[in-house]
């Protein structure tokens, strides 16, 4: 039956297409011939032609199917939008081929307080503001400035949609699934396959359904959903799933809270997660002014069911947790799924001879700055206040956005926080990544500290890595900071008031919304909802600068059997990390040629045992970069060997771009993580497996290696994973023979002869 799907013009960009959505899910349904869980619904209603991809599959494709998807919308964080934006300017597009935003958030530091860090932060990334912003213009996308929020709570405030699907280059976009999306984190290269309208390619994940029962209650919050799951389910216990929430626990959650929930599926590795369509999502979208899609949203959901699993859906694991029974967790430190109950956490402390004492307390983030956080949080401190109670440390607060940051100011929250001490932060990442400029510890100094956020990776909030930083919901956080102690238990132990006496705290209490609504604040910082582009608009960046270079494309493959020179071999774990180092080198995101000056730096010489050093024919030792560079300049292109799960880790793709440019064409190494294999074919780089991989030992740096039917694999594009022959030839002129394993498929051959999926792209669309 046909039912009214339509939306004002001014809400259309921001609403799924349903009526198209539920077509496609009809393809695939009449293929597949079974009940979809949720996650299938959305992500299967996105395939560019479900007759296509599913034609001659029935049942459960999961795990076996590449997918190509149209995603409706791409979000962007400012350090790595600068490389997505980059790529995106090669392909010769004027405009965004879906709605897209960019946010000024990590660049952001945390120190005196919002007004100052803005300034200083202003000052010193300007040139890159003014690139995003130029780029914003120049394509039509929505450019949110330093100081208008965190990229996930802007989402979710403004783009997250029930039955949406939308990439995000930053890991924790699978925040908007609090509100029914399917919301993915990605690398630039991804970003740009949406934003050229190309079909994003990602093979179906197995669904993992979490099904609550029971209610929340007391002290307990989502956060403690999330922790405790990492803790069941370690960091890569989510790797291939998304995770897909259900049962009756699910209706009492604020909107918000599911959002702090996807946001940390992030920690355990999942694809990303969501949550079927609540009441609570309905109030959300009409409190943030969204009223309309609201309405298409429930009426899709009511006589389609499209926003919930089909009755008789099949997962392909369940874990079950009982909200009832849930008590507070805190997990920690230098990894999220080291996770504790809060009743057994002050014997953790003094069994792992942690800090005693805690250093601050820190609350908000992407993940817990939403009113309802904030509300509960300021019940917690009014309660201290009546009883004269000060913090014992140092307590600070950043908020989602500045909407939040307007109303949390408006109800009279903010004063509470401020007469208790505390220092209200920029709306933006600040200590979250590491842009905590601290004055109370030195570097080295063991501490801990205790934070709302998501990640707890040695050194990433101040750069020190002796600081421990244990997650936790806001909540204990706050009650936390008034004992100074770790071994508190703010639901048992009581502290002592003004006055002498003991007090126990009262749980927090808090509205999921503001009774007198949200507030926009500062109304500057609101983009056009959708701004046209402007095509005059002159791309900001100085040929000068350091921390932004235009991109050359790289060089189409010369249609001729490869001739590479080993250039060194790696030994053991080598991370993204490894490959392109973070830290100091984030400044140089948007340069390819400086932080390129970062290649391997991390990775240990097999032959040597030696980290960051490589030899030359003659046997002179390099940095592995500067060697790079030498033979990049000497027109000789080079091949590196390496063990097992070969760029683990994060999506990074400087990781792939950066051996490009200096002149990298092959990877040959035991295993790959999924990911960076694909990175690599992104950016024209063959990854190649040992199909024995006894051949790793019998191959030496400066080494000859040559494919001998690469060209014939080349032909049978389609092909799917097959071999190659290869021939190494060492210095005294030894020759041997063996097979590498390659699994590219028909579009990454693609990719590989125009240079780049980038090249492939502007190819398509030039022509
Ligand atoms: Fe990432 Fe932290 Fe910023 Fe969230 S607040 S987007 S986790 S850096």
């Known amino acids: 039956e046909p039912i009214d799907l339509s939306v004002p013009p001014e809400f259309k960009t921001r609403t799924p297409p349903y009526a198209a959505l539920l077509a496609r899910l009809e393809q695939a349904r009449k293929i597949l011939d079974r009940p979809f869980t949720l996650a299938e619904k959305i992500l299967y209603s996105h395939v560019v032609d479900p007759e296509e991809a599913f034609a001659g599959k029935n049942g459960n494709i999961r795990g076996e199917v590449y997918l190509k998807l149209n995603p409706d919308r791409v979000a962007m964080q400012d350090a790595s939008a600068q490389m997505a934006l980059l790529q995106f300017m090669t392909c010769g597009m004027s405009n965004t081929a879906v709605p897209a935003s960019i946010h000024c958030d990590h660049l952001i530091v945390g120190h005196d307080g919002a007004e100052s860090d803005l300034k200083a932060s202003i000052a010193t990334n300007k040139e890159v503001f003014d690139f995003l912003q130029s780029c914003a213009l120049k394509y039509g996308i929505q450019f949110w400035g330093p100081g208008s929020g965190i990229i996930h709570q802007i989402v979710l405030e403004n783009f997250s949609v029930p039955g949406l699907m939308m990439l995000g280059t930053d890991s924790h976009t699978p925040n908007a699934g609090g509100l029914g999306a399917i919301a993915i984190g990605v690398g630039g290269a991804d970003a740009v396959d949406a934003l050229t309208g190309t079909p994003w390619e990602l093979k179906a994940p197995k669904i993992m359904g979490v099904?609550?029962?029971?209610?929340?209650?007391?002290?307990?919050?989502?956060?403690?959903?999330?922790t405790h799951l990492a803790g069941l389910l370690t960091v890569r216990g989510g790797t291939g799933f998304i995770i897909e929430y259900f049962g009756e626990g699910v209706e009492a959650l604020s909107c918000t809270g599911m959002a702090t929930i996807c946001n940390m599926g992030a920690e355990v590795g999942a694809t990303t997660s969501t949550f079927p369509y609540t009441d609570s999502m309905k109030r959300y979208l009409v409190a943030t002014r969204r009223e309309p899609i609201a309405k298409a949203a429930t009426a899709v959901n009511n006589l389609h069911g499209f926003l919930k699993a089909d009755e008789g859906s099949e997962y392909d694991s369940i874990v079950e947790i009982d909200l009832s029974t849930l008590e507070p967790h805190i997990n920690g430190p230098f990894t999220p799924d080291l996770s504790t109950p809060l009743s057994r956490f002050g014997e953790t402390v003094?069994?792992?001879?942690?800090?005693?004492?805690?250093?601050?307390?820190?609350?908000?983030?992407?993940?817990n700055s939403s009113y309802q956080d904030m509300s509960r949080v300021a019940s917690i401190v009014q309660q201290a206040k009546e009883r004269g109670v000060k913090p014992k440390v140092p307590f600070f607060i950043t908020p989602g956005s500045e909407q939040i940051r307007a109303t949390i100011e408006n109800d009279g929250f903010t004063d509470i926080f401020l007469g208790a001490g505390a220092k209200v932060l920029a709306n933006a990442c600040g200590p979250c990544i590491g842009q905590w400029a601290r004055d109370d510890v030195t570097k080295g100094e063991a501490n801990a500290i205790m934070t709302s956020f998501n990640r707890n990776f040695r050194a990433r909030n101040d750069g020190n890595p002796d600081t421990m930083n244990f997650l936790t919901s806001p909540e204990i956080v706050t009650a936390m900071i008034y004992s100074g102690d770790m071994g508190f238990n703010p639901i048992t132990d009581k502290l002592i008031?003004?006055?002498?006496?003991?007090f126990l705290f009262a749980p927090p209490h808090g509205d999921e919304l503001p009774t007198n609504g949200f507030k926009q604040g500062d109304l500057n910082y609101l983009p056009e909802i959708d701004p046209a582009p402007i095509l005059s608009t002159e791309v900001?960046?100085?040929?000068?600068?350091?921390?932004?270079?235009?991109?050359?494309?790289?060089?189409?493959?010369?249609?001729?059997?490869?001739?590479?020179?080993?250039?060194?071999?790696?030994?053991g774990k080598c991370t993204t990390d490894h490959i392109s180092a973070a830290g100091a080198w984030l400044k140089y995101k948007g340069h390819l040629e400086n932080i390129s000056n970062n290649t391997l730096i991390g990775a240990m010489n097999e032959e040597t045992e030696e980290v960051n050093k490589a030899y030359d024919f003659d046997g002179t030792g390099y940095g592995i970069p500067e060697l790079m560079i030498k033979w990049k300049d000497e027109g000789r292109p080079w091949v590196v060997l390496a063990e097992h799960n070969y760029g683990e880790g994060s999506a990074r793709e400087h990781a792939a771009l950066s051996p490009r440019f200096l002149n990298g064409r092959m990877i040959l190494c035991k295993s790959f993580a999924r990911i960076h294999e694909t990175n690599l074919k992104k950016q024209g780089v063959l990854p190649l497996t040992f199909a024995d991989e006894s051949d790793y030992d019998k191959i030496k740096s400066c080494d000859t290696l040559e494919t001998l039917d690469l060209l014939q694999m080349l032909e049978n594009e389609g092909a799917g994973p097959g071999f190659i022959t290869m021939k190494a030839t060492s210095r005294d002129g030894t020759e041997h023979i063996f097979k590498a394993k390659h699994t590219m498929s028909k579009d990454q051959i693609d990719f590989f002869k125009a240079g780049s999926a980038i090249n492939y792209i502007g190819n398509l669309r030039r022509a």
Do not use: H, Q
């Not at 099904?211 to 999330?226: A, Q």
């Not at 805690?358 to 993940?367: E, H």
């Not at 100085?542 to 991109?551: F, K, M, V």
């Not at 249609?559 to 250039?567: A, F, P, Q, W």
């Open 211 to 226: 099904k609550l029962t029971g209610k929340l209650s007391g002290w307990s919050t989502p956060k403690d959903v999330i």
């Open 350 to 367: 003094k069994e792992n001879k942690w800090p005693e004492k805690l250093s601050a307390g820190l609350i908000g983030s992407c993940t």
């Open 497 to 502: 008031d003004a006055n002498g006496n003991e």
């Open 540 to 571: 900001a960046v100085s040929p000068t600068s350091d921390r932004l270079a235009l991109l050359e494309p790289f060089e189409p493959f010369d249609g001729k059997e490869m001739k590479l020179s080993v250039l060194m071999k790696v030994k």
